[in-house]
């Protein structure tokens, strides 16, 4: 394990923790010259860096690119597509733009193939808990049936023309499992084709890389401790692509000694339980980002196989140990060796 310094490591953590990368920094309007940005959106703070000429700007329009996505897809925002789509719940169909849709087929598409796993239709069940608007409660009884009436993809129906419409009054969509890795695969991609010859994109637990980094061959992520922010339980490397971690350190409650966490079961309507985090890397973002949720929900003897299905994709469960502080990690085929990670630790 490794204690973090902040700012000192190039190291970018696969979770909440972001370390942002120093080392290597060329002064502005050089050839290659690196930019790094921080901002909030979506709710989290995000890191765009680019190397590459007039690096500020390519920063600047990586951050364009997720305000602009924000806009279209946030939940919180009234004017947003996705307000609109959940407005006129239970109504006629409403007309998008083509990337909207599309992103909901994708998140439809991933509902399906997972049995209802991942739902993109799960908002009711977000508000019952209340983790949207962070007002945590256990539902009683009555609520949480309410909320779990209205869930369910199939409720999501997309029609052609770009339209879609929920077919039951107070369904609501949340993407929240999948717009913030969209959004990083749009602003590397508009850095890159801005000219960028490497970039980052970090939304926290939602992550993505291309080219070169700032020093060393490859981007090193670290695998939080589930329990200590300040901690890795070790280190990976990736060329390029994506990496997401889903868990419930982020955003959930204790009551009595029970941890409920922001990810839902869908189809009990209960906080997903028996993993404390799943790590996903793969080529693009917004997969990783939809199958850490996935299989956060799935656990890994069902996720193990579902994973099956996605080429090139792989994942780290971190489950809990014997006692409350210890943990142990399963892995698919195919994860990238983590350095300094044992099969399993104490939490002290
Ligand atoms: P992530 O951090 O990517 O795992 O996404 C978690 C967020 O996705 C939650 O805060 C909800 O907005 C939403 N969500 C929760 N449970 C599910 C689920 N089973 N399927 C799809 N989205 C979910
Ligand atoms: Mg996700």
Not at 73 to 83: F, G, Q, R
Not at 161 to 187: F, M, N, P, Q, T
Not at 302 to 329: F, I, M, N, Q, T
Request: positive net charge.
């Amino acid at each position: 394990m490794t204690r973090l310094r902040r700012g000192a490591l190039p190291l970018l953590v696969a979770g909440l923790l972001t370390i942002p990368l120093g080392a290597g920094a060329e002064p502005a309007g050089t050839e290659s010259s690196w930019h790094s940005g921080m901002r909030m959106a979506m709710g989290t703070l995000w890191t765009v860096e680019a190397r590459g000429p007039r690096a500020e700007q390519l920063v600047d329009r990586g951050f364009a690119e997720v305000r602009r996505l924000d806009a279209l897809l946030s939940t919180y925002k009234a004017d947003s597509e996705l307000s609109a789509l959940n407005r006129g719940a239970g109504g006629t169909a409403v007309r998008l733009s083509a990337e909207t849709w599309d992103l909901l087929r994708r998140a439809r598409d991933h509902a399906a193939r997972s049995d209802g796993a991942f739902d993109p239709t799960v908002g009711s069940l977000m508000k019952a808990w209340g983790f949207k608007g962070m007002d945590y409660r256990l539902p009683d009884r009555a609520s949480l049936e309410a909320a779990r009436a209205r869930v369910g993809y199939r409720l999501l129906v997309l029609e052609p023309d770009h339209r879609a419409r929920l077919s039951r009054a107070g369904v609501e969509v949340d993407l929240g499992a999948i717009a913030k890795g969209y959004a990083v695969d749009r602003a590397l991609e508009v850095m890159r084709s801005g000219g960028a010859l490497s970039g980052r994109v970090d939304a926290g637990g939602n992550q993505g890389v291309f080219g070169q980094p700032p020093s060393g061959e490859a981007w090193q992520f670290g695998i939080r401790h589930p329990a200590r922010a300040d901690t890795v339980l070790g280190t990976l490397h990736l060329a390029s692509g994506g990496i997401s971690t889903s868990g419930d350190a982020e955003r959930g409650f204790w009551k009595d000694g029970v941890r409920y966490g922001h990810i839902v079961d869908p189809r009990t309507g209960w906080p997903a339980r028996g993993c404390l985090s799943v790590t996903v890397v793969g080529p693009t973002a917004e997969v990783a980002d939809a199958l850490s949720t996935t299989l956060y929900v799935q656990g890994p003897t069902l996720g193990k196989h579902h994973l099956e299905a996605y080429s090139g994709y792989s994942a780290l469960w971190v489950l809990p140990g014997a006692d409350a502080l210890s943990w142990r990690v399963e892995r698919s085929a195919g994860f990238p060796a983590v350095r300094g990670l044992g099969s399993e630790g104490g939490g002290t």
